[in-house]
């Protein structure tokens, strides 16, 4: 458990579309709500068409936003559509990349969502700096986690393994890292 609240964080190196034990998954998500690569890519071919259907209705969103739909074929009941700022064109980036993480636990709140996996937002094709993005991260779990009653799990599912031990570092520098068995 977290020394900020009572809310478990965690590292790992997996699929986001292959997180069955969680209430919702985060999906790093484009303006349209529509498929695309990386993230997005692999949670709508794992939700089928009904995801993006239901994206339609309330696209377009706005960086820092988070909208919330159901999960469709996913293992997980929701998920949460954050857009990440793209790294040098929306502006202020750090503060975008902020509103990312607390707009999407707000909303797990708001739901009575319990446990969360989250990818590494805006790194891939939006160009963020790993490491400046881990750092926007930790900050801002640090401030935000005090302020949470439902959720209890934060896990941060990441691509490969450099960019876990990027966020990990990053996170342990300011909260309480849970080791998660392989």
């Given amino acids: ?21 969680v209430d919702a998954v985060i999906n790093a998500a484009n303006a349209q ?54 790294y040098g064109v929306d502006k202020p980036g750090d503060q975008l990349l902020a509103d990312c993480y607390r707009n999407a636990l707000k909303l797990a709140e708001e739901n009575d969502i319990e446990r969360l996996a989250f990818p590494a937002l805006s790194t891939g094709a939006f160009g963020y700096p790993t490491e400046e993005a881990a750092q926007v991260c930790a900050a801002t779990l640090e401030a935000t986690l005090p302020s949470l009653h439902k959720v209890r799990l934060i896990r941060f599912v990441l ?24």
């Fill in 159 to 182: 691509f490969n393994e450099a960019a876990r031990q990027t966020l990990h570092k990053a996170l342990a520098q300011r909260l309480t890292i849970d080791p998660v068995e392989p």
């Fill in 33 to 86: 709500l529509r498929t695309g690569g990386g993230v997005a890519g692999a949670l709508h071919r794992a939700a089928g068409p009904g995801l993006a259907e239901e994206g339609r209705l309330i696209a377009p969103i706005v960086p820092g936003q988070a909208v919330l739909t159901g999960g469709h074929n996913l293992p997980n009941r929701w998920v949460i559509h954050c857009l990440g700022p793209v």
């Fill in 1 to 21: 458990m977290s020394d900020k609240s009572r809310v478990s964080v965690q590292c790992v190196v997996g699929d986001i579309a292959q997180q069955s034990d």
